[in-house]
């Protein structure tokens, strides 16, 4: 993991990876640089495989598994948790988001179906993101042949110029940003994490 605190921190907003990426992709690092200036510390995680030298991501069970393991783990015991992450690491935000306690969840380039299945009800993930039930931003490319998600009651959905890989920083924290500015209740009343 790649920790990135701040003093005196509100909260905690933790991030992974798309299949195919790391750390360093432009929109986590826009999520990251908007979280920090909003008093939120942020940890950057590494799903194993990607530790490991693999290219390929593992099953999902896995990378749930071991995104929770991560998250136990991480220096942020009295914090709310702000759990997300691009593409991969979104669809893993959403399905841990209740084990882990997250207060909020945040994905960037959810990848709604396959691109190319869009008329397939069998290949939407939407049930990922229907079963979160805290406040949830997405971050989607315009032009994302993944799909778009549609907005829900408790879930925003912003779209910016762009396809799936979200490569200007600049637009995705300013999305990141106007949605951490209107969520001081989830975050201040949030309960510690299990």
């Not at 826009?30 to 008093?39: D, H, K």
């Not at 709604?112 to 949830?136: A, F, I, N, Q, Y």
């Not at 907005?151 to 949605?179: C, E, F, K, Q, Y």
Request: charged share 15%; with cysteine.
């Amino acid at each position: 993991m790649h920790l990135h605190p701040v003093d005196s921190p509100v909260a905690a907003m933790v991030l992974g990876h798309g299949a195919g990426g790391g750390v360093e992709s432009p929109d986590l690092v826009g999520a990251t640089s908007a979280a920090r200036a909003a008093g939120i510390s942020v940890a950057l995680v590494e799903q194993p495989y990607r530790v490991a030298g693999r290219r390929s991501p593992a099953p999902a069970h896995q990378l749930d598994a071991a995104w929770i393991s991560v998250v136990s783990q991480l220096p942020f015991d009295e914090l709310p948790i702000v759990a997300g992450g691009r593409s991969a690491g979104a669809r893993v935000a959403c399905r841990t988001a209740a084990e882990i306690g997250a207060a909020a969840v945040l994905c960037l380039a959810f990848p709604l179906h396959p691109p190319g299945k869009g008329d397939d009800p069998s290949k939407s993930r939407l049930p990922e993101l229907e079963g979160v039930r805290v406040p949830t931003l997405v971050v989607q490319g315009e032009r994302d042949p993944f799909g778009l998600p549609p907005p829900g009651s408790n879930r925003t959905v912003t779209t910016i110029p762009g396809t799936h890989s979200l490569r200007s920083s600049a637009a995705v924290g300013a999305a990141v940003a106007d949605w951490l500015s209107s969520l001081p209740g989830p975050l201040d009343s949030a309960s510690p994490r299990p």
